[in-house]
């Protein structure tokens, strides 16, 4: 079973965590199931930017990102090459290193899951 290693993030993650994952389930899901509170203001159905996480290792063991994921990441805070939107990143048969961004374009957080 892969793993998922979330790196520290101050508000979401202080201590980081490693977690085991069946395959087929989004980092989002992932996270929100072990208390990351990732924010997801449209509800991780691909709608905004909130949920943006970098993949440090494993990035292409992730399903492929479709169009309307590469157009809202192109607002994303902080955007790079290896940039998903959790909700959409499925996690495949590799390891997976997540790193959350320090900074969201959520102009109003909400409360936790």
């Not at 980081?16 to 996270?31: K, N, R, W």
């Not at 399903?63 to 955007?79: I, Q, S």
Request: negative net charge.
């Amino acid at each position: 079973m892969p793993q998922i290693i979330f790196l520290p993030h101050a508000v979401f993650c202080p201590d980081g965590l490693v977690v085991e994952v069946e395959p087929g389930v989004s980092v989002l899901e992932v996270a929100h199931d072990n208390h990351i509170e990732i924010e997801s203001a449209c509800g991780g159905v691909c709608a905004c930017t909130t949920c943006h996480c970098i993949i440090r290792e494993g990035f292409d063991s992730l399903n492929e990102a479709d169009e309307l994921e590469e157009d809202l990441l192109d607002k994303a805070w902080g955007l790079e090459a290896q940039s998903r939107l959790s909700c959409q990143a499925i996690v495949g048969d590799e390891d997976l290193t997540v790193e959350i961004p320090k900074y969201s374009l959520n102009h109003a957080a909400e409360a936790p899951h």
